[in-house]
Nanobody, 128 residues
Framework: VQLQASGGGLVQAGSSLRLSCAASGPPGRTFSRYTIAWFRQAPGKEREFVSGMFRSDTRTYYSDSVKGRFTISRDNAKNTVYLQMNSLEPEDTAVYYC???????????????????WGQGTQLTVSS
């Protein structure tokens, strides 16, 4: 599957922004079967899990640093996953990546090394 992330930009602290990740894949692969996640990587730091949805489960998962501010959602009809980000902080500045995989288990889906498919990343810069 190919992933295309978009929606990043330069915003002020306290602002909101929505990232999108559009997926296009081989025929016959149902997008809803993919585990999808957002990761981010700030300069000099490891890539970290932000949020995800496990396969067709409707539950959402978040890192502690974004819980209550970010909301992940997916539109399987449009093969798109979104990350709504509210109350942005300078610490949220990073390149944001969407990722997808068909074969993860729940205990491993917060680990970026386990994902087979990645979008190209979109830069978010939050100024104070």
């Amino acid at each position: 599957v190919q992933l295309q992330a978009s929606g990043g930009g330069l915003v002020q602290a306290g602002s909101s922004l929505r990232l999108s990740c559009a997926a296009s894949g081989p025929p016959g692969r149902t997008f809803s079967r993919y585990t999808i996640a957002w990761f981010r990587q700030a300069p000099g730091k490891e890539r970290e899990f932000v949020s995800g949805m496990f396969r067709s489960d409707t539950r959402t998962y978040y890192s502690d640093s974004v819980k209550g501010r970010f909301t992940i959602s997916r539109d399987n009809a449009k093969n798109t996953v979104y990350l709504q980000m509210n109350s942005l902080e300078p610490e949220d500045t990073a390149v944001y990546y969407c990722a997808a995989d068909l074969n993860l288990i729940l205990s491993s889906f917060r680990t970026h090394d386990n994902y087979d498919y990645w979008g190209q990343g979109t830069q978010l810069t939050v100024s104070s």
